[in-house]
């Protein structure tokens, strides 16, 4: 997977927001280091499937 400046951007902003999003829901959890790991990881699986996703529809005509 190729990360540009773009898309790095994107995986970081989509991780701010999944952070904030699991901090409303989910108030008294701290987030450590462990679970920020976790949030980065799904910011990038999504980012990805994101990107899959718009190739495909991109290659049927």
């Not at 999003?21 to 990038?44: H, N």
């Not at 499937?49 to 529809?57: D, G, P, S, W």
């Amino acid at each position: 997977m190729k990360l540009s400046l773009p898309r790095v951007v994107g995986v970081f902003l989509l991780a701010i927001a999944l952070g904030v999003a699991f901090s409303f829901a989910y108030p008294s959890v701290d987030i450590d280091a462990t679970l920020a790991t976790v949030i980065v990881l799904v910011a990038l699986a999504a980012e990805s499937l994101f990107a899959f996703i718009c190739r495909r529809v991109a290659n049927r005509g």
